[in-house]
C-alpha cells in the first residue's frame, strides 16, 4: 500500500500565499508522477497542476503564473506553491500519484485525504 499526507492548507485572505506539500510513502519502486486535483463544494474534482518525474509540468489555465508545482525525488514530496489566492481558489485539495508499487511492479494511483484551502476575507 502506498500513502499520501498532505499538509499546509487553511485560511488566506485573497492575494496571499500558501505552499503544500504531500509525502508519499509505503510499498513505492518508483513514482511516475504526482500532482494536485481540486474540489470546491457542488464542483466536481478539477486537476490543478501534475509533475513527472522528468519534471515536465502542466498546470490547468485558471491557476497559471500563480501557482508552481515542484518535486524533491529523495523525499517522495510533492509541493504546490500558491501564490496571488483568489476566492475561487477555495477548495479542497487532493495529492495524487502514480507510482510502480515495489512488490508486483505494477503501475497504480493513490490519493491523500486532502488539505482545505480558504481564499476569504
Known amino acids: 500500500q502506498v500513502q499520501l499526507v498532505e499538509s499546509g492548507g487553511g485560511l488566506v485572505q485573497p492575494g496571499g500565499s500558501l505552499r503544500l506539500s504531500c509525502v508519499a510513502s509505503g510499498s513505492i519502486f518508483s513514482i511516475n508522477a504526482m500532482g494536485w486535483y481540486r474540489q470546491a463544494p457542488g464542483t466536481e474534482r478539477e486537476l490543478v497542476a501534475t509533475i513527472t518525474s522528468g519534471g515536465s509540468t502542466n498546470y490547468a489555465d485558471s491557476v497559471k503564473g500563480r501557482f508552481t508545482i515542484s518535486r524533491d525525488a529523495a523525499k517522495n514530496t510533492v509541493y504546490l506553491q500558491m501564490n496571488s489566492l483568489k476566492p475561487e481558489d477555495t477548495a479542497v485539495y487532493s495529492c495524487?500519484?502514480?507510482?510502480?508499487?515495489?512488490?508486483?511492479?505494477?503501475?497504480?494511483?493513490?490519493w491523500g485525504l486532502g488539505t482545505e484551502v480558504t481564499a476569504s476575507a
Open positions: 495524487t500519484t502514480v507510482v510502480v508499487v515495489r512488490f508486483g511492479r505494477y503501475e497504480a494511483r493513490y
